[in-house]
């Protein structure tokens, strides 16, 4: 890709590179660097050398990562720094966003260094105050974001995702952690026991162990009502959201708005309150029968989904994408399996596999099968779903959020688990 800053032209690609342009060299890119002097570029940059050309003094970084919750928890300060009166910038898995707009759709959760570099000159552009970003593992591991000064970074959780990538747990847990190894400000969830971080400038939050921003108690009737003890003062929150899962990312959020703006902190609950969640995660899309739509992908996500619901008989949605950690499959059928009265296994987005074999890894984790169907058509699986669904039931369709296809193959086919929904309620 390419940006121009000051009148200049940058480039991450050798075939863009001549000699009115400056290639930016990279981890990924850096086998193509003859390739660029062969078409004649005289001028090269390290891409961690990139913030020397932009002036970012006017901007405050800041970065989200974990295995579940960066979209929300980064959607929650956007919007409580809204509310707040701060201009702000968002860029995650949804798009980049600035001041309430949807700028740019969906895209990589964590762009490579030109884009964010891109959205960051925008953000400027448009005077805002923060840039909200969501940091993905493949980011860290390719050095995505090298070259950004973080104001305050931004621990949600560390589970299990993208085995396919990075080989073994281990090395996606030290990836994560590699985050947070220098002194930069941020703010951890201490209830995370495999999270690991340089001390020095950390705050902290958890429902369970002590922390800077500790939820000593909460309740679930109309969404939560949340009890937050900070520095031995008593404050309080509610939401319409759903799940314990919500509270921490709704904590982390006042937590992380707290540290930048030093606002009251009552202050900041007030306007959190605003926050009505993000489209896609934990969505009810009809009340009667009760059916939800919600992006989880992921084990850990998906019981934290389930668990949620455990006064209802559940019927749950759900399949896994392709070309993608294959060794979470048959535990989400297991947590699937252990949560719920009744299970239809589908398609998510198959991407170069046979969705048939997507599903046969995914029973692999099921042992008893009796309440278990099948159907590769993500359509018809809904559809059965709500027509199985009684006053006592919830529908969980879960996967694929509010994205708007399914990818067979590389074509991307118009998708919603919305409408979908809506068309048999
Ligand atoms: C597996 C993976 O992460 N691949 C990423 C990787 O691809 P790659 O190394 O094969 O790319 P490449 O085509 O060789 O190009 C590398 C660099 O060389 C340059 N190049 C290339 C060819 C050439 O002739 N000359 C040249 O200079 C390119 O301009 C580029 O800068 O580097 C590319 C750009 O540097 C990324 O776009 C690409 O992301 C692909 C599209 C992708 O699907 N990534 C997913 C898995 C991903 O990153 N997901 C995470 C989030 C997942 C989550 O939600 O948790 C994300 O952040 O979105
Ligand atoms: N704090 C959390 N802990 C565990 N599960 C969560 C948490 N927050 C959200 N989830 C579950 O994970 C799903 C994805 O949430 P969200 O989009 O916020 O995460 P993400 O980290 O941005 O995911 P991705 O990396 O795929 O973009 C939600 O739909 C929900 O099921
Ligand atoms: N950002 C995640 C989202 C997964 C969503 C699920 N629907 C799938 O396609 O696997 C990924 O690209 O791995
Ligand atoms: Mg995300």
Redesign the pocket.
């Known amino acids: 890709m390419q940006i121009i800053i000051n009148n200049r032209v940058f480039t991450d690609n050798s075939n863009e590179a001549n000699k009115d342009t400056t290639f930016v060299v990279s981890k990924q890119n850096k086998r193509f660097v003859e390739d660029a002097k062969n078409n004649g570029c005289l001028d090269f940059v390290e891409a961690k050398d990139l913030k020397n050309h932009l002036d970012m003094s006017s901007i405050k970084v800041v970065g989200i990562t974990g295995t579940n919750g960066k979209t929300t928890t980064a959607a929650a300060i956007y919007s409580t720094l809204l509310d707040l009166g701060y201009k702000v910038a968002l860029q995650g898995?949804r798009g980049f966003f600035i001041n309430d707009e949807r700028v740019e759709d969906y895209s990589l959760?964590t762009p490579v260094q030109l884009g964010n570099f891109a959205h960051i000159q925008k953000a400027i552009q448009n005077d805002c105050d923060f840039f909200v970003m969501e940091v993905s593992s493949h980011a860290i591991e390719q050095k995505r974001i090298e070259g950004l000064e973080f104001e305050l970074k931004i621990h949600t959780n560390i589970t299990r995702?993208?085995l396919d990538y990075h080989k073994t747990v281990e090395e996606y847990i030290n990836v994560k952690n590699s985050f947070f190894a220098d002194e930069t400000k941020k703010l951890i969830n201490k209830d995370d026991p495999v999270v690991v971080f340089n001390a020095k400038n950390a705050l902290s939050y958890s429902l369970d162990n002590p922390s800077t921003y500790n939820v000593s108690a909460y309740s679930f009737k109309n969404g939560m009502h949340v009890m937050l003890s900070h520095l031995g003062k008593m404050h309080s929150f509610s939401s319409l959201m759903m799940g314990i899962f919500n509270v921490y990312n709704l904590t982390a959020a006042i937590g992380a708005v707290h540290m930048l703006t030093s606002k009251d902190l009552d202050e900041v609950c007030e306007a959190l309150e605003g926050f009505a969640g993000v489209s896609g995660r934990m969505e009810t899309i009809s009340d009667k029968p009760l059916v939800i739509v919600d992006?989880a992908?992921t084990p850990d996500g998906m019981k934290e989904v389930l668990q949620s619901f455990n006064e209802k008989d559940i019927i749950c949605v759900f399949g896994?994408?392709g070309d993608?950690d294959k060794d979470k499959r048959p535990l989400m059928g297991q947590v699937a399996a252990t949560y719920s009265k009744h299970i239809i296994v589908t398609s998510?987005?198959p991407r170069f596999e046979d969705p048939d074999l997507i599903i046969e890894d995914i029973l692999k984790g099921i042992k008893n099968h009796q309440s278990v169907k099948v159907d590769v058509n993500r359509k018809t699986a809904i559809k059965t779903a709500i027509e199985m669904a009684d006053e006592n039931s919830v529908v969980l369709i879960l996967?694929?959020g509010d994205?708007a296809s399914q990818?067979i193959y590389d074509k991307k086919f118009p998708f919603s688990d919305k409408e979908e929904v809506l068309k048999h309620i």
């Open positions: 898995t959760t995702d993208h992006f992908h896994a994408g993608r998510d987005n996967g694929k994205e990818t």
